[in-house]
């Protein structure tokens, strides 16, 4: 399970109300004969990513483990559920909050430990660590996603 931090706006929905919709209102999928085998096994062919690089609209996005997302959110000084970390912000605020984030935390990583397993008589439980910087660099690149929500009046949001 993952977690993708993005820009977001605020759009009426007939049926829900207001609701916070993603600002790239288009998706990146090619006719079925495009590719027909790949469309076949993987739902849509290779050239949807290229697509999308070319087109930026999903440059700045940032996409963590929950684990990562939790932990990540925390220093950011967000609330969050631990089960399912989900949350909207401004870009301003984020901005903020993601170059001030790691000031006084530890940032030279954890290793990867594995809990459990056979013979424990408990279920294998893997923490797959983070690298030294981690959250250096991912709260840099939460930083330009914030300045891109600045720059496109959007908000950014966590799902
Ligand atoms: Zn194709
Ligand atoms: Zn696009």
Avoid at 34 to 60: K, M, S, V, W
Avoid at 69 to 82: Q, S, W
Avoid at 86 to 94: F, H, I, N, R, S
């Amino acid at each position: 399970m993952s977690v993708t931090f993005y820009l977001g706006r605020y759009v009426e929905d007939e049926q829900f109300g207001t609701i916070l919709a993603p600002l790239a209102d288009h998706t990146h999928s090619r006719p079925e004969t495009c590719c027909e085998d790949a469309a076949l096994y993987f739902g849509q062919c290779n050239h949807a990513e290229a697509d999308e690089a070319a087109c930026g609209c999903r440059e700045h996005e940032v996409n963590v483990s929950n684990a990562n997302a939790v932990a990540i959110l925390e220093r950011l000084g967000y609330d969050t559920d631990p089960e399912c970390p989900a949350g909207e912000a401004t870009g301003d605020d984020l901005l903020g909050r993601a170059v001030t984030g790691n000031i006084g935390h530890d940032d030279s990583g954890t290793p990867a430990t594995v809990d459990g397993g056979p013979g424990t008589g408990r279920c294998t439980w893997v923490d797959c660590g983070v690298d030294a910087g981690y959250f250096t660099r991912t709260l840099e690149r939460l930083a330009e996603l914030a300045t891109a929500a600045q720059n496109a009046g959007a908000m950014v949001v966590w799902a």
